[in-house]
């Protein structure tokens, strides 16, 4: 059975520096494209960051290019997410997705993800 769980979430202050973990069950993180996703409160949940290591793609929307790093590793099946310069408008719940395909321009795409972990809160304080 696929599952992820996402962690890491917390309460931080403007230019500070967070990572969220997920940690993949199921299947290898080498084998799907995985996705970082949020939604902050009263808006859609949108697509951050999207990995595959089948082809070595990377997707960024461009509100977190430069301050935002979206890793892996095999050992720990677990997909990572290293947050810096964070901004107010970062907060949000934090969700990682699989669209349980090696890769695919749709990882971005909410609807194209088959399997979500649980959110993890981030909080960015002014």
């Known amino acids: 059975e696929v599952q992820l769980q996402a962690s890491g979430g917390g309460l931080v202050q403007t230019g500070g520096s967070l990572t969220l973990s997920c940690v993949a069950s199921g299947f290898n993180v080498d084998d799907y494209a995985i996705g970082w996703f949020r939604q902050a409160p009263g808006k859609e949940r949108e697509g951050v960051s999207c990995f595959s290591r089948k082809d070595g793609s990377t997707f960024y929307t461009d509100s977190v290019k430069g301050r935002f790093t979206i890793s892996s590793d095999s050992a720990k099946n677990t997909v990572y997410l290293q947050m810096n310069s964070l901004k107010p408008e970062d907060t949000a719940e934090y969700y990682c997705?699989?669209?349980?395909?090696?890769?695919?321009?749709?990882?971005?795409?909410?609807?194209?993800?088959?399997?979500w972990g649980q959110g993890t809160l981030v909080t960015v304080s002014s």
């Open positions: 997705a699989t669209p349980t395909v090696g890769t695919t321009p749709h990882c971005p795409e909410v609807a194209s993800n088959d399997y």
